[in-house]
């Protein structure tokens, strides 16, 4: 049975910075593209990165130039590095496991992680 943990987030300041991971179990991480996902209260999932199989890359047009996805296959791990965060990156984000471009509202990912909250407040 595949599982995805996410660990790294917290309460930063506003500029500042945090880095989430996701360590895969479970699954031939090396095949899948991984994807972040975040949440706010009352609004819906939005993407906000995409890395294919292959390291390609797609990011969100309200986190171009601040985020970055990555991931290691040698150990499991996908990341997410958030800098200059803003008040309304707050969101729970979650790592998602799946094969090509997702559609909203990401049903077709075959895992989910739990989630990990980010706040953005001063």
């Known amino acids: 049975q595949g599982q995805l943990v996410e660990s790294g987030g917290g309460l930063v300041q506003p500029g500042g910075s945090l880095r989430l991971s996701c360590t895969a179990s479970?699954?031939?991480?090396?095949?899948?593209?991984m994807y972040w996902v975040r949440q706010a209260p009352g609004k819906a999932r939005e993407m906000v990165a995409t890395?294919?199989?292959?390291?390609?890359?797609i990011h969100g047009n309200a986190v171009k130039g601040r985020f970055t996805i990555s991931r290691d296959n040698g150990i499991n791990t996908l990341y997410l590095q958030m800098d200059s965060l803003k008040p309304e990156d707050t969101a729970l984000y979650y790592c998602?496991?799946?094969?090509?471009?997702?559609?909203?509202?990401?049903?077709?990912?075959?895992?989910w992680g739990q989630g990990t909250q980010v706040t953005v407040s001063s």
């Open positions: 998602a496991a799946g094969s090509g471009i997702l559609e909203a509202p990401y049903d077709r990912a075959d895992y």
């Open positions: 479970g699954i031939t991480f090396s095949s899948y593209w």
């Open positions: 890395i294919s199989a292959g390291g390609g890359t």
